[in-house]
């Protein structure tokens, strides 16, 4: 069965300093993986995805992905974080009976001033 | 342009009521899927549409749940004699494929229900 996890449910930066929330994942067969963005009260914002090819994916806002095999991560990157970044991060893997996906529990990014 | 829109935003009910939650997709999207987010997890799957037809409902939690998108557009989300447990919000997404397409669907605000 497909599955992601975030092992950090909260992620402390000061603004300006670079920033990675983390994400593994296990499947069965090829990994199509996503990242997602919640702002309070707001539904989910699409950031980047990885199907194929380069390893480094680019997103929305600054944001961008390095996805690896061998260590089954996907972890999101930023090199310089701003104080609206803050809010939840979902990392997503497409279920591979279907269009579905699987979310992890999300990690609450606090950027500080 | 419009995103997916869903209604209502808040719907609170008593315990054994029956709902209904509309999603409007964003034109042109064959593919509607439905998930539950309750307090602090991610997202779970709860069905997904094709067009017209449910072409993976396993994650309906029991046959209390039911939806339809009797059109191809419009989805409604069915809840029969609701119980406390069934607080969350649910979301609704859409994209152009689902199956052998890869792209990123697009979320709705959430339709937040509270059973008292």
């Known amino acids: 069965a497909q599955s992601v996890a975030q092992p950090e449910d909260q992620v402390n930066v000061a603004e300006g300093n670079p920033l990675t929330v983390k994400c593994t994942y296990s499947?069965?067969?090829?990994?199509?993986l996503f990242w997602y963005v919640q702002y309070p009260n707001r539904g989910l914002q699409f950031l980047l995805k990885?199907?194929?090819?380069?390893?480094l994916v680019k997103g929305s806002y600054g944001f961008e992905a390095e996805f690896n095999k061998s260590q089954t991560s996907f972890h999101l990157k930023k090199p310089s974080a701003l104080v609206s970044d803050s809010a939840l991060y979902f990392c997503a893997v497409r279920d591979d009976q279907g269009g579905k996906l699987i979310f992890g529990q999300g990690t609450e990014l606090s950027v500080k001033p | 342009g419009a995103g997916v829109s869903q209604t209502p935003s808040n719907k609170v009910t008593e315990k054994g009521k029956y709902v209904e939650l509309r999603c409007d997709p964003i034109s042109g999207h064959t593919a509607l899927y439905w998930y539950r987010q309750s307090l602090g997890q991610g997202p779970e799957f709860l069905i997904y549409f094709q067009g017209t037809g449910a072409a993976d409902d396993s994650g309906l939690p029991n046959d209390r749940f039911f939806a339809v998108r009797p059109e191809g557009s419009v989805s409604t989300l069915k809840i029969q004699r609701t119980e406390r447990g069934d607080s969350a919000v649910y979301l609704c997404?859409?994209?152009?494929?689902?199956?052998?397409?890869?792209?990123?669907?697009?979320f709705g605000p959430g339709t937040r229900l509270t059973v008292l």
């Open positions: 499947v069965s067969g090829n990994p199509y």
């Open positions: 990885y199907i194929t090819g380069d390893n």
């Open positions: 997404a859409s994209s152009f494929l689902a199956g052998g397409g890869y792209n990123e669907q697009f």
